[in-house]
């Protein structure tokens, strides 16, 4: 479904940007994947790309379904750092 989108835009060579993370990991989000969410999270920081709102939004919401509210923390923390205000979502 739409949270393997990333994958066939790898396949097909297509350049991958922290929109492309962002869509993928709302989409699994969506579905209930949030290790999905944060296995995407942790590739955006691999790759060293720029982490957005929603890019963090997700990973946060994944945390704190999946019950790592220090984990959820410290995300907020780190997304403090690289000047990113949090809103409702985050």
């Known amino acids: 479904a739409a949270c393997g989108m990333l994958s066939d835009m790898r396949q097909q ?3 991958l940007n922290s929109h492309s993370y962002s869509a993928a ?5 969506q ?5 999905e969410v944060l296995d995407l999270f942790s590739e955006v920081r691999q790759r060293h790309m720029d982490a ?3 890019v963090y ?3 946060i919401g994944a945390m704190g379904t ?5 984990g959820a923390l410290h995300l907020l923390s780190q997304m403090r750092l690289e000047h990113l205000s949090p809103n409702e979502y985050a």
């Open 52 to 54: 957005d709102l929603v």
């Open 57 to 59: 939004s997700a990973a």
């Open 13 to 15: 060579q297509m350049p």
């Open 25 to 29: 990991m709302n989409a699994c989000a």
């Open 66 to 70: 999946g019950g790592n509210l220090r």
């Open 31 to 35: 579905g209930g994947q949030w290790q």
